[in-house]
């Protein structure tokens, strides 16, 4: 079984349980508790800070797909 069909299969399948309130509230934010902890999901400032850069220049990385990032609202979230 090839890795990107199972992975397709199951992120199809959360979206179904999802949309289906098969899940609790607090189920879906312990799984994006759990995948902000997984990816290192930081503000731009902090992933900047980490990635000893300024914040112009991190900026720009992620404007450019050089980073992978995250929009939430008016916040961009950086995985680091």
């Known amino acids: 079984m090839e890795t990107s069909s199972r992975s397709e299969r199951i992120k199809k399948r959360f ?10 509230t607090s189920d879906e934010i312990q799984i994006i508790e759990y995948l902000f902890k997984r990816l290192n999901l930081l503000t731009i400032t902090e992933a900047a800070k980490r990635s000893k850069v300024s914040y112009n220049g991190m900026k720009k ?3 450019t797909g050089k980073e992978m990032n995250l929009k939430v609202g008016d916040i961009t979230l950086v995985s680091c």
């Open 15 to 24: 979206i179904e349980v999802s949309q289906n309130n098969e899940l609790y």
């Open 61 to 63: 990385r992620v404007e």
